[in-house]
């Protein structure tokens, strides 16, 4: 019983992630990246489903890894925080929440990566640290699956942070989906490069670093942006 849940469990949340990413804009077209608050949609989307992630990810039944699920979701909720407030200085920046008009805002000045260094950094290393924390496999006989389902989710963020701060499937050349997945794929090495190093990390220090570091370098980033650029229209 305890494999057919999990694996009923890793095919929803894998649903549910290719549900997600159809509201990325992959192209100047499309049927559902036109949303005026797409970006609001992804965000709350993404972290209902993330955060089941990481209260459901601590392998085995026993008291122990019952007593760690607590504290994967704090670290992973001061990550979600640090990345909303990274996001929300995009927004401001873009004046939009719809994903597409942010995107054709970075092809008429700069990628937001330089426009916006701070928070395109905080939103990498939040997603790196929520990636260090170590959700392991569950017990049975789906850790393929389970696996598959944590992949995706993070492509996800990695195609979010891509279209905010590289400019998404804007780029000479190659389609847009070749260039969103190029630059998510990157996002996505740097990310598990940066994880690595971070696992090393007791669960003391990734909060410190989730809810003292992040999220304040966050929150002051907006607040500088608010002054320098003014309240979105």
């Not at 489903?49 to 019952?66: N, P, R, S």
């Not at 920046?93 to 928070?119: F, H, I, S």
């Not at 995706?152 to 590289?166: P, S, Y």
Request: with cysteine; hydrophobic share 55%; charged share 10%.
């Amino acid at each position: 019983m305890k494999a057919t849940d999990d694996l009923s469990e890793s095919v929803g949340l894998s649903i549910a992630a290719l549900v997600l990413a159809s509201v990325i804009p992959m192209a100047t077209t499309g049927p559902f990246a036109d949303l005026p608050y797409g970006l609001f949609v992804l965000v709350a989307g993404y972290a209902g489903v993330a955060l089941t992630l990481a209260v459901t990810g601590t392998a085995g039944d026993d008291w122990m890894a019952a007593a760690e699920r607590p504290g994967g979701a704090i670290v992973w909720a001061g990550c979600w925080v640090a990345m909303v407030l990274a996001i929300a200085a995009v927004v401001v920046t873009a004046q939009t929440m719809d994903l597409r008009n942010g995107v054709l805002a970075q092809e008429n000045t700069l990628p937001y990566l330089l426009l916006q260094p701070v928070a395109a950094l905080g939103f990498v290393l939040a997603l790196a640290v929520a990636v260090s924390h170590g959700v392991r496999p569950p017990m049975g006989d789906a850790p393929g699956a389970r696996r598959l389902a944590e992949g995706l989710h993070l492509l996800v963020g990695c195609a979010v942070g891509g279209t905010l701060f590289l400019g998404g499937y804007s780029g000479p050349f190659l389609s847009g989906p070749v260039w969103l997945l190029a630059k998510a794929g990157a996002l996505m090495l740097a990310v598990l490069a940066l994880s690595r190093r971070l696992s090393g990390l007791p669960d003391e220090r990734r909060r410190g670093l989730a809810w003292r570091v992040l999220a304040p370098a966050a929150l002051l980033n907006l607040i500088a942006t608010f002054v320098a650029v003014g309240r979105p229209r």
